[in-house]
């Protein structure tokens, strides 16, 4: 791997069976282009995964489908570092030192942990999520991250990535790189279809609102001609009146690569139909082979393993490495072996 290049890293978690269409146009498609830029690491993050209720087999399953599914998307494995994070035991070891620097009232105004203790009730929260964050910042911190490609609700994640780094460096000595949030404007945030004014997700989207991307494809081109809209019947780009509407045309035109100037002209004069009919064609377009390049991943576990172990070696070899010198500098004794 070019050492000459700047570093990414990002995690995905195997919270649900399928990844959706804002995981995708949100984050992963970053993670295929800045392989050809980067020296990139990308994980699987079953360690988050838990901070929220999973049943064992389930996970078990849903992490192979997730790293099926990365493959499918493109990412592969001699441009790119591909691992489960549980098989980095690094992660939860820097996490532990980062929880100690971190400040009880600045992890309590991440506004993730509030939606989703929310969701859970707040009894029922544990404080694995309440500290979920700081486990966000070990994983980027470990890898001396440059750029972190995600989707707009981590970007106060990394916020706080970068606080942790400047702070660790300011008290004990330059040590971590401060790494810099790589969203992409148009697609940071994909909305739900039920209710386009919250983000599409894995946990919280009922199941009309979501495009699983492993789902039947025609479940999916029902979903779309289903979309909520407005009770106008103008195809205009206006994320604050129209956002069911901006929703569709940011997908269409991500999917098809066409400007969506280019689309408003193109559905001049014609009814929402029109644009959900062709919206549900193109996207049909889309899922049929990544389904398939997903089954055939999963039908070879032999060769999908060895993939995951090579990337735990090589992620093991830079994250041992930083957390070496993490330890040292915090004044932990070096253990004789
Ligand atoms: P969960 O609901 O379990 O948190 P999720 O749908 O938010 O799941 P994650 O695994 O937490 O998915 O996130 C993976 C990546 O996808 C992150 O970079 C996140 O920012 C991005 N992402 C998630 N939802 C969207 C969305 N609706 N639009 C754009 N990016 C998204
Ligand atoms: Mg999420």
Not at 9 to 17: D, K, R, V, Y
Not at 104 to 125: I, L, P, Y
Request: hydrophobic share 40%; net charge negative; with cysteine.
């Amino acid at each position: 791997m070019a050492l000459d290049r700047p570093r990414a890293l990002s995690g995905i978690q195997p919270t649900a069976g399928s990844f959706h269409l804002g995981n995708y146009l949100g984050a992963i498609r970053q993670y295929v282009a800045l392989q050809e830029t980067h020296d990139a690491f990308y994980t699987v993050v079953d360690l988050h995964a838990i901070t929220v209720p999973q049943d064992p087999a389930e996970l078990r399953a849903n992490s192979r489908l997730a790293a099926a599914q990365l493959l499918a998307s493109g990412l592969d494995p001699d441009r790119c570092t591909l691992f489960i994070q549980s098989h980095v035991p690094e992660h939860a070891q820097l996490g532990w030192v980062m929880n100690c620097l971190t400040g009880f009232g600045e992890a309590s105004r991440m506004t993730q942990f509030k939606d989703k203790s929310a969701k859970h009730g707040a009894d029922r929260a544990t404080v694995g999520l309440f500290t979920y964050p700081i486990l966000q910042v070990a994983d980027i911190l470990l890898y001396q991250a440059n750029h972190v490609p995600v989707g707009e609700d981590q970007r106060q994640h990394i916020e706080l990535t970068r606080d942790l780094a400047d702070r660790f460096n300011g008290r004990f000595g330059e040590t971590f790189t401060v790494p810099e949030p790589y969203i992409v404007k148009e697609t940071g945030k994909i909305y739900d279809l039920q209710d386009p004014t919250v983000k599409m997700s894995k946990s919280a989207s009922t199941p009309k609102g979501i495009v699983s991307l492993l789902d039947e494809p025609k479940v999916s081109a029902k979903k779309i001609k289903s979309a909520v809209t407005d009770l106008e019947t103008e195809i205009r780009f206006d994320e604050e009146k129209k956002p069911g509407v901006s929703n569709l045309l940011t997908i269409y035109s991500t999917l098809t690569g066409t400007a969506i100037a280019e689309l408003e002209r193109r559905y001049e004069g014609k009814g929402y139909g029109a644009l959900k009919t062709d919206l549900s064609e193109v996207l049909v377009e889309w899922v049929t082979p990544f389904r398939e390049r997903t089954q055939e991943y999963l039908g070879d576990p032999a060769t999908l393993d060895g993939i995951l172990a090579k990337g735990a070696d090589k992620a093991r070899a830079v994250a041992a490495e930083t957390l070496a010198d993490a330890y040292d500098k915090v004044g932990f004794l070096p253990a004789v072996r």
